[in-house]
């Protein structure tokens, strides 16, 4: 037996042994885990959880944008020709405005896009399926105008779309509660970033070094 076999007939084993006392029939939903804590911590208002999230992103190091609906078009653009962004990648189920008005060549986000294409592309566009408010962070599930994983960790720069405040949760217990543990979720707050035994923060090494978000939707509801 191979080296690697050994090593999975021996955590196998250990999981047998683990499980010896327990009935066949029994399954783990048969003992639900009494999960007593806040889900929230607070009460808020649309406009103050909207507020909150915008603050942790930008702590976070993203930049937070606002607009309406049809300002998102010529903000997106915008955001893409500050940046210098000559190709940008555009999932499948984006809303075929968002950058309809932007000059830099839409690159669609095909099954044989390589990390080596996405490499030499400057900037994705994508929506997202939440953002919490008391983390700042967005969460991406491979949903229609999101994409796959590696369109948002192999490009420099990130422009993520947040509907408000339709996609906004307060916390992360919320938002498992309307996320798919079967789907491939990313949970994303601000660029990536890391740091040596220095402490000399490095951005980039993991996924975007730039990171926009643009918060659409209703004026009325935000900071």
Do not use: F, N
């Not at 959880?49 to 653009?77: F, K, N």
């Not at 962004?85 to 999932?91: K, L």
């Not at 080596?116 to 900037?123: G, K, T």
């Not at 740091?195 to 730039?210: K, N, Q, T, W, Y």
């Amino acid at each position: 037996m191979s080296g690697g076999g050994a090593s999975r007939a021996r955590v196998l084993a250990r999981v047998r042994r683990a499980l010896a006392d327990v009935p066949r029939h029994e399954r783990p939903g048969d003992h639900p885990v009494p999960r007593g804590y806040e889900h929230v911590h607070g009460r808020r208002t649309p406009q103050e959880s909207v507020a909150l999230l915008a603050a942790h992103l930008t702590e976070y190091r993203a930049v937070v944008h606002r607009t309406d609906e049809a300002g998102l078009p010529g903000l997106i653009a915008a955001l893409l020709e500050r940046r210098g962004a000559r190709r940008v990648v555009v999932p499948e189920g984006l809303p075929a405005a968002w950058p309809a008005q932007a000059s830099a060549e839409k690159v669609p986000d095909t099954a044989d896009l390589t990390v080596r294409d996405l490499d030499a592309v400057d900037s994705v566009v994508t929506g997202c399926a939440l953002a919490v408010a008391e983390t700042g962070t967005l969460v991406l599930d491979g949903g229609p105008g999101q994409g796959r994983r590696r369109i948002t960790l192999v490009p420099d720069h990130h422009i993520c779309v947040v509907r408000v405040p339709g996609q906004v949760v307060d916390s992360v217990p919320q938002a498992l509660a309307r996320l798919s543990p079967t789907r491939p979720l990313t949970w994303i707050s601000g660029p990536s970033a890391t740091s040596d035994i220095e402490l000399d923060r490095v951005e980039g090494v993991h996924g975007p070094r730039a990171l926009d978000v643009v918060l659409a939707g209703d004026p009325a509801v935000g900071p």
